[in-house]
């Protein structure tokens, strides 16, 4: 049984009391981007009201205040993950750039016929940017292929590792399909013919707390706005010896020691990373949505969001012609759906009037939705402010549209 007093937990949110279409919002898009707690809006109208000023440069009070409590959410981001130390810890606009930078700064190592491993069920941000690697550098992107309950055939990636693979890329949640992946295997395994590992944790952040040191992993990935904090920002982790092995992504202001037109030389980490002024704001409400999380417990969140997931897992099936996409044993508070006969889109317009938000569609994840043959999918994501009486309405609602287009 549930230890979240989930009524209390939905006061922070002040979005949930608003109507969408006359009706009661129902929000169950959680896996594109979560909602805000008061707690975390209020530290950036802090900001805004006290402190707005540009970091790591002034030496007037705002700038020191604003740098404080900058560099404070990265030692919270850096205890969080349990990273070995806060120059670990890059700030990216979120996800994407953070890939992107990595996949950036292997243009320097890698030669043609290396090979880079990519699972079949990546975000297409963990996809597209490796693939413009490799049409640089003359690499050979292989893909680490998954079966129909959604889960990787991990015998066919301990096949395809071998001394020539450089780099592997994998989620530690599928956002489309909600699967858990086995992410310490593929490291330990990666690590033994001495490829590098990006881990996209994008979709597992608001669930679970990765360990860095634990993991071992090489470079990991998170989006402050999938876990209550804001859009715009998030993190980079990479290991000290591959950040000071990699080329700077972006050059420009903050990220030099010293500028000349012949030559200029980089700043020390993480600075090198970070060109030009930041999300400040976004960077501090960073720090704030962890300590909102943390102080609610990532167990206990996960915990109830089984429940929920278990709860409308059973309701939905009950739906005749009601086909999940995405069964693996260990998955998270996602359930990707069609309905026989019926264009997800179709659904989402229903549900939408009767005001619950899901999302239908590829889910930026297209090779999943060409592997089961399908336009798409409804996918209703749970969060830990959501409740039971949600799932009926959703229910209800796949019901109705269900009878209206049929
Ligand atoms: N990877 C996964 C698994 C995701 O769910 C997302 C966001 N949908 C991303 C990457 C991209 O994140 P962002 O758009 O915040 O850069």
């Given at each position: 049984?549930?230890?979240?007093?989930?009524?209390?937990?939905?006061?922070?949110?002040?979005?949930?009391?608003?109507?969408?279409?006359?009706?009661?919002?129902v929000?169950l898009?959680?896996?594109?981007?979560?909602?805000?707690?008061?707690?975390?809006?209020?530290?950036?109208?802090?900001?805004?009201?006290?402190?707005?000023?540009?970091?790591?440069?002034?030496?007037?009070?705002?700038?020191?205040?604003?740098?404080?409590?900058?560099?404070?959410?990265?030692?919270?981001?850096?205890?969080?993950?349990?990273?070995?130390?806060?120059?670990?810890?890059?700030?990216?606009?979120?996800?994407?750039?953070?890939?992107?930078?990595?996949?950036?700064?292997?243009?320097?190592?890698?030669?043609?016929?290396?090979?880079?491993?990519?699972?079949?069920?990546?975000?297409?941000?963990?996809?597209?940017?490796?693939?413009?690697?490799?049409?640089?550098?003359?690499?050979?992107?292989?893909?680490?292929?998954?079966?129909?309950?959604?889960?990787?055939?991990?015998?066919?990636?301990?096949?395809?590792?071998?001394?020539?693979?450089?780099?592997?890329?994998?989620?530690?949640?599928?956002?489309?399909?909600?699967?858990?992946?086995?992410?310490?295997?593929?490291?330990?395994?990666?690590?033994?013919?001495?490829?590098?590992?990006?881990?996209?944790?994008?979709?597992?952040?608001?669930?679970?707390?990765?360990?860095?040191?634990?993991?071992?992993?090489?470079?990991?990935?998170?989006?402050?706005?999938?876990?209550?904090?804001?859009?715009?920002?998030?993190?980079?982790?990479?290991?000290?010896?591959?950040?000071?092995?990699?080329?700077?992504?972006?050059?420009?202001?903050?990220?030099?020691?010293?500028?000349?037109?012949?030559?200029?030389?980089?700043?020390?980490?993480?600075?090198?990373?970070?060109?030009?002024?930041?999300?400040?704001?976004?960077?501090?409400?960073?720090?704030?949505?962890?300590?909102?999380?943390?102080?609610?417990?990532?167990?206990?969140?996960?915990?109830?969001e089984e429940e929920l997931l278990k709860y409308a897992t059973k309701k939905l099936l009950d739906i005749e012609g009601l086909k999940i996409?995405?069964t693996?044993?260990?998955?998270?508070s996602v359930i990707s759906f069609?309905i026989?006969?019926?264009?997800?889109?179709?659904i989402?317009?229903?549900l939408?009037?009767?005001?619950i938000?899901v999302?239908?569609?590829?889910?930026?994840?297209?090779?999943?939705?060409?592997?089961?043959?399908?336009?798409?999918?409804v996918?209703a994501?749970f969060?830990?402010?959501n409740t039971k009486e949600e799932v009926d309405t959703l229910v209800e609602g796949v019901k109705r549209a269900r009878?209206?287009?049929?």
């Amino acid at each position: 049984r549930t230890s979240l007093d989930v009524a209390t937990i939905r006061k922070d949110f002040p979005i949930l009391n608003r109507e969408v279409n006359g009706r009661p919002l129902v929000y169950l898009d959680n896996a594109a981007t979560s909602q805000t707690p008061q707690q975390v809006i209020d530290v950036i109208v802090d900001y805004y009201h006290n402190y707005n000023a540009n970091i790591h440069r002034g030496v007037h009070a705002l700038s020191q205040e604003a740098t404080d409590a900058y560099e404070e959410a990265r030692q919270k981001i850096q205890k969080h993950f349990n990273i070995a130390k806060a120059d670990e810890v890059i700030f990216t606009s979120g996800t994407t750039h953070a890939i992107n930078l990595v996949a950036n700064g292997f243009s320097s190592f890698l030669k043609t016929g290396d090979e880079i491993l990519v699972s079949a069920m990546e975000h297409h941000s963990n996809i597209v940017p490796w693939q413009m690697l490799a049409e640089r550098t003359g690499a050979v992107l292989k893909v680490i292929p998954m079966n129909q309950n959604g889960e990787l055939v991990m015998e066919q990636f301990h096949e395809l590792l071998s001394e020539k693979t450089q780099l592997v890329f994998c989620n530690h949640i599928s956002n489309a399909l909600g699967t858990i992946n086995p992410i310490k295997e593929i490291i330990d395994a990666s690590h033994e013919v001495g490829a590098a590992v990006l881990i996209d944790g994008a979709q597992a952040a608001p669930h679970i707390k990765a360990d860095m040191q634990a993991l071992d992993v090489d470079f990991y990935t998170v989006s402050a706005h999938k876990l209550c904090g804001p859009t715009g920002v998030g993190m980079l982790y990479g290991k000290e010896e591959w950040l000071k092995k990699l080329p700077p992504y972006q050059g420009g202001g903050e990220m030099i020691a010293e500028v000349t037109f012949e030559k200029t030389t980089y700043a020390d980490l993480p600075h090198k990373f970070e060109a030009g002024t930041p999300n400040i704001a976004g960077g501090i409400a960073f720090g704030a949505a962890l300590d909102y999380l943390n102080q609610i417990g990532l167990e206990a969140i996960a915990q109830y969001e089984e429940e929920l997931l278990k709860y409308a897992t059973k309701k939905l099936l009950d739906i005749e012609g009601l086909k999940i996409y995405g069964t693996a044993e260990k998955k998270t508070s996602v359930i990707s759906f069609n309905i026989k006969g019926i264009h997800p889109y179709d659904i989402g317009t229903i549900l939408d009037k009767l005001g619950i938000a899901v999302r239908t569609g590829h889910h930026c994840a297209q090779p999943i939705m060409d592997f089961y043959q399908i336009p798409g999918t409804v996918r209703a994501s749970f969060s830990f402010y959501n409740t039971k009486e949600e799932v009926d309405t959703l229910v209800e609602g796949v019901k109705r549209a269900r009878n209206m287009l049929l």
